[in-house]
């Protein structure tokens, strides 16, 4: 089982070698009229599962949509192995998955599996022969005859997949691929895309979920404002991510004796009472949470609620960002 | 081959979604409301004149081929890239291995058919029913009609990949520009398609009775003008299409 996605990032200008079997960002810049939707960026997505990371608006879509060739770039390239995104000969490497929820809704999710294999110009014999390979793989198989107009999210999750699986390519571009999926199905299909990666193939994975992405990609990509803002191996990325600033709401008692205890914490920015509540501001959660466990059994405060304030991704990449500028 | 097949897919695959659409109960309305009216009027009279046939000509020329012609093909027309655009399934037909212009000329080629065949035929189904006038016009007047179809499916498909509502837009353009300035006396009137198939037809009727307007109001092309004019928008209207579409990014589709 493959999970490290080979990630190469890079703000600095330079000559990005290509290869067969990489996804090539070359200082990619994108407008939208006067807004930049990317900014920047180069990297080279290579086989494994690589993570794309960022909040609502961070750019994931635009450089996504920049991948898949639904974008030019206003400057710089995009190139799948040794053809440009945006051309025809590239679709034949490419699998996308898009986080629309739109389809042909009147056909079944067979049918619509085996229209899109039509359309890479397979003959109806291999088509419907792929369109059974993926939809087992996608855990389709049984359910495939339903209308799509009476599925339910997962399995028109499970029935993209398949349609961006079917005529086999080696890059799949899966945008919020795993939203609306139950538990047991997250597993089965994060299960496919590291079989997937051990074949060899090159995954980039979006999503605003931290979560997610952790069970899933070694690698990523974190972006925020246009801009790749962290990159590399899960422990790197969660290391900077853990050393983070961060605001605690705790319920406990005794209240005032716990207060006075945190503010004799070097770690600990200021406390703020708010009713039976104490926010406490510290400047590294890892050892923060170290120390706090260890005043808890001593003293023995009875902790009734603890809860981040800002841990949503936002607050993340809010503070990824600074440590960039 | 394979993208040729790739082709024949995208083509069947978009006729049959335009035919089972909400675009063809759309067209089936001004369609039998033509047939109503043409049953209502007795156009099939055994002691029929010229009278019967100028009359029924007019409405040929004057609903038929000024509203309906336009109206059935803005709505397949349109639909047909613009419906995959609107419902934002066109992401799944951009991800393919079809060149965009192919994408374009397949939606064409898959609405082409549909609409000549409802035009054509609801055309000759209407002079069927008027008796002895209608079966001296369908020759006259079936070059026309389907000169005009061609120039309004080509025309429609431009709106298509140019504008995110052109169904709205090319509504707009079928009743104020055709229909009001395409009757405006002076040169304003030659923005409209259906000067040009007017003009054809008036030429072919006039032998049979049928009157044009005045001549200083209504200034009729010549039949050779007005034919080659309906082609160059059809072939000039499909390929400008083709070309946009080939080079056009939809940032709305996801």
């Given at each position: 089982m493959q999970r490290a996605g080979h990630v190469h990032f890079s703000d600095q200008t330079h000559h990005v070698a290509e290869s067969p079997m990489l996804l090539v960002f070359d200082q990619v810049t994108k407008f939208y009229g006067p807004v930049i939707g990317v900014n920047n960026i180069t990297c080279r997505i290579g086989p494994g599962i690589t993570g794309l990371l960022g909040a609502n608006g961070a750019g994931k879509s635009t450089l996504i949509k920049l991948a898949s060739g639904q974008l030019r770039p206003s400057q710089g390239s995009v190139r799948i192995g040794d053809h440009s995104a945006w051309s025809t000969a590239s679709k034949d490497h490419l699998g996308y998955s898009p986080d629309i929820n739109s389809f042909y809704e009147e056909m079944t999710g067979r049918e619509f599996v085996y229209a899109m294999a039509r359309l890479h110009g397979f003959s109806r014999a291999e088509a419907r022969q792929r369109t059974e390979h993926v939809l087992d793989e996608v855990g389709m198989a049984e359910r495939g005859d339903r209308r799509l107009a009476g599925c339910s999210h997962g399995m028109r999750q499970r029935i993209k997949l398949a349609q961006a699986l079917v005529h086999d390519p080696w890059l799949l571009l899966l945008d919020e691929p795993l939203s609306g999926i139950d538990p047991g199905g997250r597993r089965e299909i994060n299960e496919l895309l590291f079989r997937l990666a051990g074949q060899g193939k090159t995954i980039l994975v979006s999503s605003h979920i931290l979560v997610e992405i952790e069970q899933l990609a070694h690698s990523i990509l974190v972006m925020s404002r246009g801009r790749i803002i962290a990159s590399g191996t899960l422990a790197e990325v969660r290391n900077l991510m853990q050393t983070r600033p961060?605001?605690?709401?705790?319920?406990?008692?005794?209240?005032?004796?716990?207060?006075?205890?945190?503010?004799e914490n070097p770690d600990v920015l200021g406390v703020e009472m708010r009713d039976?509540?104490?926010?406490?501001?510290?400047?590294?959660?890892?050892?923060?949470?170290?120390?706090?466990?260890?005043?808890?059994?001593?003293?023995?405060?009875?902790?009734?609620?603890?809860?981040?304030?800002?841990?949503?991704?936002?607050?993340?990449?809010?503070?990824?960002?600074?440590?960039?500028? | 081959m394979r993208l040729l097949r790739a082709w024949g897919t995208l083509t069947s695959l978009s006729f049959g979604r335009l035919l089972w659409s909400s675009s063809t109960l759309m067209v089936l309305l001004p369609l039998a409301g033509c047939l109503l009216f043409v049953l209502r009027r007795h156009y099939d009279r055994p002691d029929w004149s010229t009278r019967e046939f100028r009359e029924f000509s007019e409405f040929m020329i004057l609903v038929f081929a000024s509203f309906v012609i336009p109206i059935c093909a803005l709505a397949f027309?349109?639909?047909?890239?613009?419906?995959?655009?609107?419902?934002?399934?066109?992401?799944?037909l951009l991800v393919r291995p079809i060149p965009r212009a192919m994408v374009l000329l397949a939606k064409f080629?898959?609405?082409?058919?549909?609409?000549?065949?409802?035009?054509?035929?609801?055309?000759?189904?209407?002079?069927?029913?008027?008796?002895?006038?209608?079966?001296?016009?369908?020759p006259l007047y079936l070059p026309a009609v389907t000169y005009m179809t061609l120039a309004y499916v080509g025309l429609f498909?431009?709106?298509?990949?140019?504008?995110?509502?052109?169904?709205?837009?090319?509504?707009?353009?079928?009743?104020f520009m055709e229909v009001i300035l395409g009757n405006l006396p002076g040169i304003?009137?030659?923005?409209?398609v259906n000067y040009y198939g007017r003009s054809i037809m008036y030429a072919a009727g006039e032998p049979e009775g049928l009157k044009p307007p005045p001549a200083d109001w209504f200034e009729p092309l010549s039949v050779v003008t007005a034919t080659w004019t309906l082609g160059g928008i059809a072939v000039g209207g499909i390929l400008l299409a083709a070309a946009i579409f080939a080079r056009r990014e939809y940032r709305d589709l996801t």
């Open positions: 961060l605001v605690v709401e705790i319920v406990a008692t005794p209240t005032r004796r716990l207060a006075a205890m945190l503010t039976d509540k104490l926010v406490v501001k510290t400047r590294n959660q890892q050892q923060f949470f170290e120390q706090f466990g260890e005043l808890v059994c001593e003293h023995g405060v009875d902790v009734r609620r603890i809860q981040s304030l800002d841990t949503g991704a936002d607050a993340v990449f809010d503070y990824l960002q600074q440590g960039r500028t | 027309g349109t639909a047909s890239i613009g419906g995959d655009r609107e419902d934002r399934t066109l992401v799944f080629t898959a609405t082409l058919p549909l609409v000549m065949g409802l035009v054509l035929g609801s055309f000759w189904l209407y002079c069927r029913l008027a008796g002895a006038a209608g079966q001296v016009a369908f498909h431009l709106f298509a990949v140019s504008f995110r509502h052109a169904t709205i837009i090319a509504l707009i353009y079928a009743l304003v009137k030659r923005v409209a």
